[in-house]
């Protein structure tokens, strides 16, 4: 609000200036009031983010402090693992790559992401601190999203930690490392969509259970409207462009590229923008039923 | 500092405040009173922002908790009915998060940690995890945050509910030592509360405001206000009943036999607003009654609480 203030005061000054002065000093000037509205700017942004990193700080530090962490991540480590391993055939595929790999993150995605993401509203509101928290000077939309950073950067960490999956197979073969990369872009920005279903989810409930369920039943309609066999089914009862923009919802259609090294800007596009419309749909119901 | 007016909030097709309109100003303490349910914790939410109001507008120093709502939050420490905290975080930990959460940095943060440790008495248990503490010890810690920035207006959702006589007396020492420079709302079931700590009380009930008074004018309400009580020397068996409730001014006559609620008394009951201890001190005198004790009541609040918030 004060940036809009300032900079509407300094526009009438900076067309009087033009009359009198000449316009190289005139173009200086605009340079200046230009520059200073984007450090006002930045300003504000850091006044946010003042109160943003602490709560970030402590959602993640809460994750820390209890045993269900070490557990999540001990879980997350042996069912990646074991998946690729004893469902992917990963040493018959005789490949030095991580591509089976990935190939179960999405379908892994739908329990455990859930399982990180139930508490974040839920617990706030069934222990009451959702009133400390939202009386705070602090924007929902900020509290919404620090919450969301640390659960995902928490996500980020376990999956950080199969890293030994690099290593091994740079002692099986050479693999691309560009891949590599992108698959682990890729799957964690994945996660961060599953994620900011169960944030939308939690917020609806007190009960960590039924949100839970509630969100692995979301993920789930969004990973199977990607999967290829309900393609191949609707594309014998629907027209093309219906089909193409069902699966185009799903979470697989948009990481099977990414998966393999393809980015395509859409698939990023498609992600984001499914945090972004989550993310806000959470604000919205926490405005409206913050109170039962 | 704080102006309410025409506050309605509602919950589905409950209205549970209902056009509810005060101020307060610094220094004074207001005690919300009032049935559960009444709307004391919605009228309270709104103040604090947490819940938006649904008619009327809500200012805090001058800031509409609506469309100023963040400037209007800075000013004001809230501490909840259930008395919140993060239960798996130190005193500490968790002051320190409050504090940061609000935008202070640095040094500034350890100090204002430390005195409202110091403010609430937590210096015990500064390093122990909350989960761990008792009832009055986390109740202690949330007020603790309510007060880490120092605010000009504090709302208090039953600061004393759960605590054990000696630290109720210590929180409203507390609340008492911070009143003069402060704008102070507090909800509170105890009615002896209200006029310890309490300039201004208002008792609520079905979302409305039934009375607005200072402790001593709700007291006045009562029906026990200025009414006589003496302890007869010897159980008379009530024979002065009839006599007394001839004098003046005397609307009723209570009499309570000798017995496990101690001796005989006579309660005299003046008509609504007259004074009647000398006409009844020299009833006495006449008579040559008798008596080990005589004291004017000064009105009871249980009473005037059910009248106003029972009638319907």
């Not at chain 2, 930990?93 to 100090?111: H, I, T």
């Not at chain 2, 210096?123 to 202690?140: A, F, H, M, N």
Request: hydrophobic share 45%; aromatic share 10%; proline share 4%.
């Amino acid at each position: 609000m004060t940036t809009e203030n300032k900079s509407a005061e300094k526009k009438p000054k900076k067309s009087a200036e033009n009359k009198s002065a000449g316009k190289e000093s005139a173009s200086l000037r605009a340079t200046v009031t230009r520059w200073v509205g984007i450090l006002e700017d930045r300003l504000n942004r850091s006044e946010q983010y003042r109160h943003l990193m602490p709560i970030l700080k402590r959602e993640l530090f809460s994750y820390f402090r209890s045993p269900v962490a070490y557990v999540f991540i001990v879980v997350f480590l042996m069912a990646t693992t074991g998946a690729a391993w004893y469902l992917g055939d990963f040493f018959q595929s005789n490949e030095a790559g991580l591509e089976i790999f990935f190939f179960f993150h999405p379908w892994l995605y739908l329990f455990l992401i859930p399982a990180v993401g139930m508490r974040l509203w839920s617990e706030e509101r069934r222990g009451g601190t959702i009133e400390l928290l939202l009386t705070l000077p602090v924007s929902l939309l900020t509290a919404v999203l620090a919450k969301f950073l640390a659960a995902w950067l928490f996500v980020g960490v376990a999956l950080f930690l199969t890293f030994p999956w690099v290593i091994t197979v740079y002692v099986l073969g050479s693999p691309d490392l560009g891949v590599m990369v992108t698959g682990y872009l890729g799957s964690f920005l994945m996660a961060g969509a599953y994620l900011a279903v169960a944030s939308f989810t939690s917020a609806l409930t007190k009960n960590q259970v039924i949100s839970f369920i509630t969100s692995f039943m979301v993920c789930l309609l969004l990973v199977l409207l990607g999967w290829g066999v309900l393609g191949e089914t609707l594309t014998s009862l629907f027209p093309v462009w219906l089909v193409d923009f069902i699966t185009g919802m799903g979470f697989t259609t948009h990481f099977d590229g990414i998966r393999r090294g393809l980015v395509e800007f859409s698939d990023l596009v498609y992600f984001f923008s499914i945090i972004t419309v989550l993310l806000l749909a959470t604000v919205i119901v926490l405005e409206n039923r913050k109170a039962n | 500092m704080i102006d309410v007016q025409d506050l309605v909030k509602t919950f589905g097709s409950h209205r549970a405040v209902d056009g509810v309109s005060f101020q307060v100003n610094r220094g004074e303490v207001l005690g919300f009173l009032g049935p559960n349910g009444a709307g004391k914790s919605t009228t309270m939410r709104v103040i604090t922002g947490f819940l938006p109001p649904d008619g009327g507008t809500v200012r805090v120093g001058g800031h509409d908790v609506r469309s100023d709502s963040l400037r209007a939050r800075e000013l004001v420490g809230y501490l909840p009915e259930s008395s919140p905290t993060y239960p798996e975080m130190t005193v500490e930990e968790f002051l320190r998060f409050m504090a940061e959460a609000r935008g202070f940095l640095g040094a500034d943060v350890s100090r204002r940690v430390d005195r409202v440790v110091e403010q609430t008495s937590l210096g015990d248990v500064r390093r122990q995890i909350i989960e761990t503490l008792s009832k009055g010890y986390r109740q202690r810690t949330c007020l603790a945050q309510a007060l880490i920035h120092d605010p000009p207006v504090l709302i208090l959702d039953e600061p004393t509910d759960g605590l054990d006589p000696n630290q109720k007396h210590e929180v409203r020492d507390l609340i008492r030592a911070m009143s003069a420079e402060k704008t102070i709302i507090l909800s509170t079931h105890i009615l002896e509360e209200m006029e310890a700590v309490c300039t201004r009380a208002v008792v609520i009930a079905k979302g409305k405001i039934r009375l607005d008074g200072t402790p001593s004018q709700l007291a006045a309400q009562s029906r026990w206000h200025q009414a006589v009580t003496f302890l007869a020397a010897q159980d008379d068996g009530g024979k002065w009943k009839e006599p007394l409730q001839a004098l003046k001014d005397v609307d009723s006559v209570a009499y309570r036999p000798a017995g496990a609620a101690g001796p005989a008394a006579y309660t005299v009951f003046p008509a609504k607003g007259a004074v009647i201890q000398h006409q009844v001190g020299e009833f006495l005198r006449e008579k040559k009654i008798a008596i080990d004790q005589l004291f004017v009541e000064r009105g009871r609040m249980d009473e005037v609480f059910r009248g106003v918030t029972v009638e319907d």
